[in-house]
């Protein structure tokens, strides 16, 4: 698939010298636009999945990257980067910041680099699963990639009394 997000993706990783994942993007058959699709289509547990969801936090864009096991907490969010608030960003908001579209919105390839939180979650998978630019692409990563490739800061990001694994 000659998609333009999964092109700046693939690009992204090659320029961070993980050609080897950029050659591993895989293209499903169908749209995973949930952690629990992606986890079904690729076979891991949804907590492997990377979820890449966009906020709005006032001025700019925050990128969290959190397991599909769980949800986050927006205040926490809030809080770790010094905003009054967070709140889901609108699609044309995510398309604008990031190139891609929701569903498909991959931790690398944007045009411009956005403040990441990483969910700690995350680090007990040895392969963690991120969308490639695109609802049908994925790609493997591990969390110490994903901390490296986004400069992103690790904390636990779950809201309280959310199911996680």
Do not use: C
């Amino acid at each position: 698939m000659e998609h333009p997000g999964i092109q700046r993706v693939a690009a992204a990783l090659i320029a961070a010298g993980l050609d080897e994942s950029a050659q591993r993007i895989r293209i499903l058959e169908s749209d995973v636009k949930t952690a629990a699709q992606a986890a079904d289509a690729v076979g891991v547990d949804v907590g492997a999945i990377a979820n890449s969801l966009i906020f709005d936090a006032g001025p700019a864009p925050l990128l969290a990257l959190t397991s599909g096991a769980h949800r986050a907490d927006t205040t926490l969010l809030a809080s770790a980067i010094g905003a009054q608030q967070v709140g889901r960003a609108k699609p044309d908001y995510v398309r604008l910041h990031t190139g891609q579209v929701i569903g498909g919105v991959s931790p690398v390839g944007h045009p411009v680099p956005i403040t990441t939180l990483i969910d700690a979650a995350l680090q007990q998978y040895p392969v963690i699963w991120a969308a490639a630019g695109h609802p049908k692409a994925v790609y493997p990563s591990t969390f110490e990639e994903l901390v490296r490739l986004t400069g992103g800061r690790v904390l636990d990001v779950a809201a309280t009394g959310s199911p996680t694994s």
